[in-house]
């Protein structure tokens, strides 16, 4: 059985960091791209970074140089490292699978964690 398990959120000042780790297990991990999403009240839902299986990665235009998305293979696991947080990062972040069939699709997804911003 395929699972993602997202962890890491939280309550960060303006500025701050966090780390969000997302666990896989049931399947090959390394042989597939991931994704970080999240999904606000207000814009809905958002890619935020890609990673390939082969370490190429992509950024939504208002993360870059702020976020870096990594995988380590050897513990399947997905990270999200979020430097310089704005208030306007808040939001629920998911990992997610995305399909071997059609790249533009995610089939499994993790849970999701929360990440609020704010003084």
């Known amino acids: 059985e395929v699972q993602l398990q997202a962890s890491g959120g939280g309550l960060v000042q303006p500025g701050g960091s966090l780390r969000l780790s997302c666990a896989a297990s049931?399947?090959?991990?390394?042989?597939?791209?991931m994704s970080w999403l999240r999904q606000t009240q207000g814009k809905g839902l958002e890619r935020v970074a890609d990673i390939m299986n082969d370490d190429k990665t992509a950024y939504v235009d208002s993360v870059k140089g702020r976020f870096t998305i990594s995988r380590d293979n050897a513990k399947n696991t997905l990270t999200l490292q979020m430097n310089s947080l704005r208030p306007e990062d808040t939001a629920v972040y998911y990992c997610?699978?995305?399909?071997?069939?059609?790249?533009?699709?995610?089939?499994?997804w993790g849970q999701g964690t929360q990440v609020t911003v704010s003084s």
């Open positions: 997610a699978r995305i399909s071997s069939t059609d790249s533009g699709a995610y089939d499994y």
């Open positions: 049931g399947y090959a991990f390394k042989n597939f791209a």
